[in-house]
Structure formats: C-alpha cells, structure tokens
C-alpha cells in the first residue's frame, strides 16, 4: 500500500533541492518526482512556487530558531561558552555531514530572491531580525557576566557577527574547505566578542 | 546601418541579468533579445551557457581587480583612509546607484554555484585570493605604519573581512537598504583595523 503523502512531505522535498540548488534551479516536477506524486498534486496544496518556496523558508527558519533558542538561550553553560559550542557544532556539520556544501538557506535566498522579490525579502528580513535578536540577546547576557567588555554595544555586534558568518558560508562554497568558517570562530572570539 | 555587434557586447548584456538574476534564472535568449541577435549567434562566441558564465565573472572580477588596485595600492592617502574612503565609495553606490540591489557577482555565484559547479567554483576561489591578497597588502602597510595594531594578522583579517562584506552585501538584499553596510564599516573600523 502506498503511504499518503502529505503537504510536509513535499516541502520536505522541497527543502533539500533548493537548499542545495537554490528556488530558481529547482523545478515543481523535481520535487513531486522525489515524492512520487504527479506534478498536478502540486497545486492542491500550493497556489504558486512562491508561496511554496515561502513554506520552505519558513520550515527552515523555525528549525532555525528553536536551534538557537536551545543552543544559546536555554543552557547553563556560560553565553561564552554556548557561543563557542554552537559555531563548533555548525563547523562539524559543515565539514562533515554538508561536505562545504549548501550554507544557510536564509542566506541563499536572500541572495538569489531578496532583492528582486517583495514578498520574500519581507519574509527573510523578519527571519534575520528574529535570529539576530537571539545572538544579541544571548551577548547581552555574556556582557553583564563580564565576558564581553562592556563598551561593547551588542546590537551593532549581534547584525555584524550574524552576517559576517553568512557571508564565511558563502566563501566556504567557492573555497571547498571549512576554512573561512574557522577564520570567523578565531577572528570573532578574538577580537569581537571579548 | 545596424551596428555589429561584439563578443564583449553579449558579455555586457549577461552581466548585467546574471548580476540581477543570477546565472540560472537567466537565459541565452533574454541576453541575445537585450542586443538583438538572434538567439543562434551566441554560440557562434561561446560553446555553452557555462562557459559564457565564466566569461561573465572574469569580466567582473578583473574590473572589481582594478578598482582595488586603484583604491587600495595605487594611493598616497595613508592605508586606513583608502580603506575608509574605498567602503564609503562602495556604500555609497550600493545605497544610490543599485539601490539595495545586486551585491558582488563573486559572491552572488558563489552562492549560488560555489558548492555545486566545480569550474565555477574553481574560477572564484581564485578570484577571491586574488583580492584577499589586495586587502591584506593594504592591511600589511597600515600595520607598518602603527596604523593597526602590530598583534594583528593580517592574513586572517583579510579573509574574514572580505567575506564579512560578502555577507553585509546579502543581509542588504534582504533588509532592503544599507543598514548592514554601515554596520559593517563601524565595526570592521572600531574592532578590527585599529
């Protein structure tokens, strides 16, 4: 018997070929392939490619945001430290389970749509603002412990530090190696967030 | 009389779509229509799309060369000042010019064909050496001149910089102005070149 597909199935699917290819390189076909569908079933879940494309933005998003919510927010470690652990763990998942590939799927679109499609950049910048407000949250804590220099203003530091690791993600695709993302661990430990 | 036109005219045509576009959303017909040839000529200049793509990134990346030799060697401004005055420049193109649009060809490639084409990203690893190196040389004379901090690297600096401006250039796409350029010049100056 077949198992019922269902509408997460195919943002599922939808997710991991735009992740990789990116929402323009990636064809309704190709994913209703992947799950065995008939292209036309497409559109009984979704109008349009964009309000599916916008779905997957936001199942990507919220996975997003929970992990960080649990990496930087809801830990006993100090922010430092959480900090230090969760690049670390990003840097391991790049290098071993991504192999260099694939970054940050707010960052991707961002690039590809963000400046040419309304309704998507809306979308990301509400993302970007939610992750930023979750570094800056937890560096405001690592400032009143003392392990950020107080002069410091964390605002200006959680938007610097948020896209400057986009765009190391971005180098890591066009370098092949893991290397820019520890460029950015050393640099900002180092002389960011001291 | 129709004027001819030249391999470098197709080249300027694709630059200016794949910039906005970027390499897949772009087709051979939307770049033969923007000269008007048929689309059959282009592949009396170029073999494959792909190729064409890469003509279209050297094309850009050898103007983008020049603009920092001239910015960032060619000066006898101290090296911190050129560097002020070339992000001052580019913010000031971004915000006026291409109005929150269009960010770097290498980095807007890399994105979106870094990890997955190997000439590609072949072709911008090496362009992204070669203007970390010019960003570092300029970094080196600033630490000569007591401009930066002697404990610094500078090679580490260069590259975590360049791609911080890669990532400010992205979050501008999807924040819709140059909030992240600025943020990005106040820190890279206040944190990191001093």
Redesign the interface.
């Known amino acids: 018997m077949k198992r019922k597909i269902f509408k997460e199935d195919i943002i599922k699917a939808g997710y991991e070929l735009m992740y990789?290819?990116?929402y323009?390189?990636t064809g309704i076909k190709e994913i209703t392939d992947r799950v065995n569908i008939p292209k036309g079933s497409f559109y009984n879940h979704f109008a349009t490619k964009q309000e599916f494309g916008l779905e997957v933005l936001n199942y990507y998003s919220e996975m997003g945001k929970q992990a960080l919510i649990e990496g930087l927010i809801n830990s006993k470690l100090s922010p430092i430290t959480r900090l230090k652990k969760f690049y670390k763990s990003q840097i391991e998942y790049f290098e071993h389970v991504s192999e260099?590939?694939?970054?940050c799927l707010?960052?991707?679109?961002?690039?590809?749509l963000?400046?040419?499609n309304t309704d998507?950049?809306k979308a990301?910048?509400e993302d970007?603002i939610n992750s930023t407000a979750i570094f800056k949250s937890c560096f405001d804590e690592a400032k009143a412990m003392g392990e950020i220099d107080e002069s410091?203003d964390t605002t200006?530091?959680a938007?610097?530090i948020?896209?400057?690791?986009?765009?190391?993600l971005?180098?890591?695709?066009?370098?092949?190696n893991i290397?820019?993302l520890e460029?950015?661990y050393?640099?900002t430990f180092r002389?960011?967030l001291n």
Chains 1, 2 share one sequence.
């Open positions: 990789l290819n990116g323009n390189a260099n590939k694939l970054g707010m960052g991707n679109f961002s690039q590809e963000g400046d040419t998507f950049q990301l910048n970007f410091k200006i530091l938007e610097y948020t896209n400057a690791w986009q765009g190391a971005l180098r890591m695709k066009s370098n092949g290397k820019p460029d950015f050393t640099i002389l960011l």
